[in-house]
């Protein structure tokens, strides 16, 4: 079945330290790319998006994420997490059975420690 | 600008109600989402509007499930003899083409006693 895979459902980090959130999709074809990120009390917010070209893509509060087609993989990464990332993270992709319809991971709820 | 909004954000039924959820997209966005995120897991995708048509209703879970646009903006989305199943958060989203860049709702927090 087509899904959205987030390996990590609870990571807890001290401020400072680096962050990758894995995320892999079980589809061949051409799909676009999304992290969500929901803070506590708040609706989801666009982290970032990977359409085509470069497959290093950079969103907001420092975000990244790369691409890597051969793996199936569009990981989240953070050099260095701050208090304020913590939130429950969401990755997306359409293109899965059509592209009017986003397929989510089960998310990752991330907690930063001051 | 003002985001998607929906009403109400919190709706207790008893198990047998129907309840009807409100979506007001951002206006001029053609495309409209709707979303249901149990406790503890991603949003899954229930049905899809282009303007007034509803394109996609391939999620809904089962006949109980309606949900309309008829003049193309504001959208609801009516759950029948209501489950205790159905508890979740119902998300709306909206864009001006396509799921990609697509803002969302706050979501209506639906409980079934």
């Known amino acids: 079945a087509q899904s959205v895979s987030q390996h990590n459902h609870h990571v807890i980090l001290s401020e400072a330290a680096s962050l990758e959130l894995g995320c892999n999709y079980s589809y061949g074809g051409t799909v676009n790319l999304f992290w969500y990120v929901q803070y506590p009390g708040q609706h989801l917010q666009l982290l970032l998006k990977?359409?085509?070209?470069?497959?290093l893509v950079k969103g907001i509060k420092g975000f990244e994420a790369e691409f890597i087609k051969s793996k199936f993989s569009f990981n989240l990464r953070k050099p260095s997490v701050q208090w304020s990332d913590t939130a429950e993270y969401f990755c997306?992709?359409?293109?899965?059975?059509?592209?009017?319809?986003?397929?989510f991971g089960a998310g990752t709820r991330l907690a930063v420690h001051p | 600008g003002a985001g998607v909004s929906q009403s109400p954000r919190y709706k207790v039924a008893k198990r047998g109600q129907d309840v009807a959820l409100r979506c007001d997209p951002i206006?001029?966005?053609?495309?409209l989402f709707w979303y249901q995120q149990a406790l503890g897991q991603g949003p899954e995708f229930l049905t899809y509007?282009?303007?007034?048509?509803?394109?996609?209703k391939s999620g809904l879970p089962s006949d109980r499930f309606f949900a309309e646009r008829p003049e193309g903006s504001v959208s609801t989305l009516k759950i029948q003899r209501t489950q205790q199943e159905d508890s979740a958060v119902y998300l709306c989203?909206?864009?001006?083409?396509?799921?990609?860049?697509?803002?969302f709702g706050p979501g209506t927090r639906l409980t079934v006693t």
């Open positions: 509007f282009q303007n007034e048509a509803q394109l996609d």
């Open positions: 990977y359409f085509s070209g470069d497959p």
């Open positions: 997306a992709v359409n293109g899965l059975g059509g592209y009017n319809k986003l397929i």
């Open positions: 989203a909206s864009s001006k083409g396509g799921s990609q860049g697509a803002g």
């Open positions: 206006s001029g966005h053609v495309s």
